[in-house]
């Protein structure tokens, strides 16, 4: 697998982006995909993602509502829809790919497969 991340930027709180991953290898669709985010000094931190099977997807307590993950295995490609940004959401941004146990689709150590990391900006 290999992942590359784009669509970071900078926006106003209350704007939009979209994140897209796309797998080089055309290999994704055996993958579970997740994205995280990491600031400086912090951990990363899980936002989204789908489980390995059966298509369910998780999001973390601070995007509830907000985000929504998507993918397409006939194009080897993920986004994360990001609407109603706030300054707290700005970070590194990170698509992942694995197949992490269901109960530990929120930690970043269960995925294998990293891209290289888009930055989001939110200014207020």
């Known amino acids: 697998v290999q992942l590359q991340a784009s669509g970071g930027g900078v926006v106003q709180a209350g704007g939009s982006l979209r994140l897209s991953c796309v797998d080089s290898s055309r290999t994704l669709s055996s993958y579970a995909v997740a994205w995280f985010r990491q600031t400086p000094g912090k951990e990363r931190e899980f936002v989204a993602g789908?489980?390995?099977?059966?298509?369910?997807?998780y999001y973390g307590e601070p995007v509830k509502g907000r985000f929504t993950i998507a993918r397409d295995n006939t194009q080897n490609t993920a986004w994360l829809l990001m609407n109603d940004l706030k300054p707290d959401d700005t970070a590194v941004y990170y698509c992942?790919?694995?197949?992490?146990?269901?109960?530990?689709?929120?930690?970043?150590?269960?995925?294998?497969?990293w891209g290289q990391g888009t930055l989001v900006t939110v200014s207020s």
């Open positions: 992942a790919a694995g197949a992490p146990y269901e109960s530990h689709y929120n930690d970043y150590t269960a995925y294998d497969y």
């Open positions: 789908f489980a390995l099977f059966g298509g369910t997807k």
